[in-house]
T-cell receptor, first 115, second 112 residues
Framework: EAGVAQSPRYKIIEKRQSVAFWCNPISGHATLYWYQQILGQGPKLLIQFQNNGVVDDSQLPKDRFSAERLKGVDSTLKIQPAKLEDSAVYLC?????????????FGQGTRLTVV | DAKTTQPPSMDCAEGRAANLPCNHSTISGNEYVYWYRQIHSQGPQYIIHGLKNNETNEMASLIITEDRKSSTLILPHATLRDTAVYYCIVRPRGGGADGLTFGKGTHLIIQP
C-alpha cells in the first residue's frame, strides 16, 4: 500500500514570499490532516478535512495560511505571505474515518525554511 | 483531551527491553491511550493503542494501570533503529473531531 505522499521535500523562501505544499493521502482515506512541527516540538494540528469539508481549522492562522482539498482527495496548504516563524516541517496525515478508532498515517513532511 | 506527562529523554542498551512511562492522571473513561514514534527526519508512525486492557502487537506492548492514570510502552528487544521520539497521546473514544494532540514526547536513545 502506497503511503502519504508530500512534495516538495524541502523549500527555502524569503520572508513575505508565498509557498504551497501538496499532499496525496492514502487511497480511500476520508480524513486528511495538516500539522506544523517546529524544531524541538511535537506536531501541532493546523487543519483537518473530512472528505472535502473542513472539520477543524481552529489553529490555522487564517490571515496567512489557507488549505483546500478539492474532490476530497489531494490537498494543498498555502502560506502567503511567509514569516520567519513559519520555518518548520509541514506534515500531512490521513486516516480512514475521523470517528473510528484507528491510526493516522503520516507523510515524510516538507521542511520549510524562511530567510 | 487529557494531558500526558513523559520524561524528556531515556537511554536503553541495545537488546534490552525499553520501558517508556506516561502519566495521564486526568484521563476520562471514554479516552484511549495512543503511542506514536518519530524517527529523525520522518513523519510520526503509529505504534499501538489501548483503552484499559493490556495490548500487544508486533512492534510493542502497552501496559495500562488498573486506574488508567498511567501506562508503559514496552519495546521488548530494542534495536538501534528504535532510537526516536515517542509520543503518548490520549484521544476520545470514536476519535472525535480532533486530530492528535502531540506533546514533546520522550527521546529514546538506544545505546550499542
Amino acid at each position: 500500500e502506497a503511503g502519504v505522499a508530500q512534495s516538495p521535500r524541502y523549500k527555502i523562501i524569503e520572508k513575505r514570499q508565498s509557498v504551497a505544499f501538496w499532499c496525496n493521502p492514502i487511497s480511500g482515506h476520508a480524513t486528511l490532516y495538516w500539522y506544523q512541527q517546529i524544531l524541538g516540538q511535537g506536531p501541532k494540528l493546523l487543519i483537518q478535512f473530512q472528505n472535502n469539508g473542513v472539520v477543524d481549522d481552529s489553529q490555522l492562522p487564517k490571515d496567512r495560511f489557507s488549505a483546500e482539498r478539492l474532490k476530497g482527495v489531494d490537498s494543498t496548504l498555502k502560506i502567503q505571505p511567509a514569516k520567519l516563524e513559519d520555518s518548520a516541517v509541514y506534515l500531512c496525515a490521513s486516516s480512514l474515518r475521523a470517528k473510528e478508532i484507528g491510526e493516522a498515517f503520516f507523510g515524510q513532511g516538507t521542511r520549510l525554511t524562511v530567510v | 483531551d487529557a494531558k500526558t506527562t513523559q520524561p524528556p529523554s531515556m537511554d536503553c542498551a541495545e537488546g534490552r527491553a525499553a520501558n517508556l512511562p506516561c502519566n495521564h492522571s486526568t484521563i476520562s473513561g471514554n479516552e484511549y491511550v495512543y503511542w506514536y514514534r518519530q524517527i529523525h527526519s520522518q513523519g510520526p508512525q503509529y505504534i499501538i493503542h489501548g483503552l484499559k486492557n493490556n495490548e500487544t502487537n508486533e512492534m510493542a506492548s502497552l501496559i495500562i494501570t488498573e486506574d488508567r492514570k498511567s501506562s508503559t510502552l514496552i519495546l521488548p528487544h530494542a534495536t538501534l533503529r528504535d532510537t526516536a521520539v515517542y509520543y503518548c497521546i490520549v484521544r476520545p473514544r470514536g476519535g472525535g473531531a480532533d486530530g492528535l494532540t502531540f506533546g514533546k514526547g520522550t527521546h529514546l536513545i538506544i545505546q550499542p
